[in-house]
């Protein structure tokens, strides 16, 4: 049992360190061809039903390959940043069976597709998916380097808002920017820590 368990743990740390690498690889790609998303979760029109066919643009907002897998079928988003066609029978389907892909904002919904024939908005989507709350402190990727002209003050006052994938994410960036020497601000480094609870890496 003790020796499963020190495998398990090993395995997982092996893990997180190539999503990790993965993620500092992807980090200048994505903030630079990503721009942050403009979501307007109060731009909606009145007594509109969406139905299950409708499709939707699905944006990924986490490091690395992400996976949803429903009685339609596998939907894989390689990286950070990459969009997704998804009905909304699927996205129904992930709120009921994965919540988290929304509650951790590991995907961004950016409107209806073009291809499709509703005149729904953007808000419209998110009422009716009952995922609004989830978003109403969003942070994402293409904005993360953003961050490093946040004052102390700032920092602290933000990150206390993120919903914990959104701070997952974060530390991943926040690594990268400090190896790249985009964050190299001391009292910054030392506030980000404070504020998420964890030790980041040392500039060497």
């Known amino acids: 049992m003790a020796n499963s368990q020190r495998k398990n743990a090993s395995a997982k740390k092996d893990e997180d360190k190539k999503i990790e690498e993965s993620a500092k690889e992807q980090l200048d790609e994505i903030v630079e061809e990503t721009p942050p998303a403009k979501i307007n979760l109060k731009d909606t029109t009145k007594n509109i039903k969406i139905g299950d066919d409708v499709i939707v643009d699905v944006k990924s907002n986490v490091f690395g390959v992400l996976v949803f897998s429903g009685k339609d079928g596998t939907i894989r988003w390689e990286k950070c940043g990459e969009t997704q066609q998804l009905t909304m029978r699927e996205l129904r389907a992930m709120k009921a069976s994965m919540l988290k892909f929304f509650e951790k904002q590991w995907v961004i919904i950016l409107g209806v597709n073009a291809a499709s024939d509703s005149e729904a908005k953007l808000g419209d989507v998110y009422k009716q ?6 978003y109403e402190n969003m942070l994402e990727v293409g904005s993360f380097k953003n961050i490093c002209s946040w004052s102390e003050k700032e920092i602290a006052e933000r990150v206390k808002l993120m919903n914990q994938g959104v701070r997952e994410s974060l530390v991943i960036a926040l690594n990268g920017f400090i190896e790249s020497g985009a964050l190299d601000s001391v009292k910054k480094i030392k506030a980000f820590e404070d504020a998420l609870g964890v030790t980041l890496t040392s500039k060497e």
Do not use: V
């Open 129 to 134: 998916l009952g995922i609004t709350r989830f």
